[in-house]
């Protein structure tokens, strides 16, 4: 798929107040730093549609961002910041099942996992719960070009065997590197498929 148009069009902290259109959308949700705003901005070639920022747990809003005029693109809070209090995680989680729940144009997530470490427990519990809720999703493994493809190969490994623990099958999954520019055009491809489908 080629991006012809990316423009940002609302943020709150309210799942009522997203859009009322009926165009299919799909959120990436990951830790902080796991480079979501790098990824997404790779997806739409676009240099700072979403704020890269060097201070984790900011962005605590829903980002809708409309794609091609006939998809958007949303960019969910990062989750698993130690420096916020426990009041504004409450809040977090809050809005962020509710979007889960309720939000229908909703199409699949995509979950962000930084391709350098083990399969780590609150990525694992988050995936749980999407599946639990009959949410779809995929996994994004993020900075693929930090490690070599053997090593990446075996990392992959490790996180199918876990995942196999729990889940019939490994789900779907893309391997990306924003500074290297991989994988961008196998999830474009990928939305495209479930657009037209
Ligand atoms: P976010 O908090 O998840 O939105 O993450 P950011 O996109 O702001 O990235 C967090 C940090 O990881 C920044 O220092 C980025 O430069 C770095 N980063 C993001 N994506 C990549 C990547 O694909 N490769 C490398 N090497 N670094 C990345």
């Not at 794609?67 to 977090?92: C, E, M, Q």
């Not at 979950?111 to 399969?119: S, T």
Request: aromatic fraction near 12%.
């Amino acid at each position: 798929m080629l991006i012809k148009s990316a423009e940002f069009v609302v943020s709150n902290s309210d799942v009522a107040k997203c859009p009322k259109s009926s165009l299919p959308e799909y959120a990436f949700i990951g830790r902080s730093n796991v480079g979501k705003s790098s990824l997404i901005n790779m997806l739409t070639g676009r240099r700072s549609l979403a704020k890269t920022s060097g201070k984790p747990g900011k962005t605590q809003l829903i980002n809708h961002f409309l794609i091609n005029k006939n998809w958007h693109l949303v960019d969910l809070p990062g989750y698993g910041y130690a420096r916020v209090s426990k009041s504004s995680k409450k809040t977090f989680q809050k809005f962020i099942t509710q979007y889960f729940s309720y939000r229908e144009q909703l199409v699949s997530a995509f979950v962000l996992v930084d391709i350098r470490h083990k399969p780590q427990p609150i990525d694992l519990e988050f995936m749980n719960w999407l599946g639990e809720n009959s949410i779809p999703f995929s996994i994004i493994f993020t900075k693929a070009d930090k490690l070599k493809p053997k090593v990446i190969e075996r990392h992959v490994d490790d996180y199918k065997k876990v995942m196999l623990e729990f889940w019939e099958e490994m789900p779907n999954y893309f391997v990306t590197s924003s500074s290297k520019s991989i994988g961008k055009d196998d999830v474009l491809a990928y939305i495209e498929t479930l657009n037209d489908s």
